[in-house]
């Protein structure tokens, strides 16, 4: 698991809102964990804003059904995985939920 930590996100075309969460990542086993660790601190700073992008690019009615949540994971680990030749992200963790909506002033 790859902690890409807490974000913020204003959502689109809402103002009065916001998404506070805490992502992780789960990385499909391989032969060379080491290097892969390696490499995933290396492109840190690129995964967090390939998640930032389609973070701020989502509305609230999108974040508020199972179904989109999951095409939302499914979009973050294929923008993710884009990245990478060998690694391969499996998953995508919401901690602390995506369901976690504050407005402005809470």
Do not use: H, W
Not at 1 to 17: F, M, Q, R, S, W
Not at 18 to 45: F, S
Not at 69 to 81: D, F, H, I, P, R
Request: charged share 35%.
């Amino acid at each position: 698991i790859v902690p890409l930590g807490e974000y913020t996100i204003n959502l689109k075309n809402d103002e009065t809102k916001y998404l506070l969460c805490e992502i992780n990542l789960e990385v499909e086993n391989t032969k060379n964990a080491e290097k892969d660790i390696k490499e995933l601190e290396e492109k840190k700073a690129v995964m967090q804003d390939r998640i930032n992008t389609i973070l701020r690019n989502k509305t609230l009615e999108e974040f508020n059904a199972d179904k989109n949540l999951a095409g939302l994971k499914k979009e973050m680990v294929a923008s993710v995985n884009g990245i990478f030749e060998k690694i391969k992200i499996k998953n995508v963790y919401f901690i602390n939920g995506a369901d976690t909506m504050l407005s402005r002033g809470s």
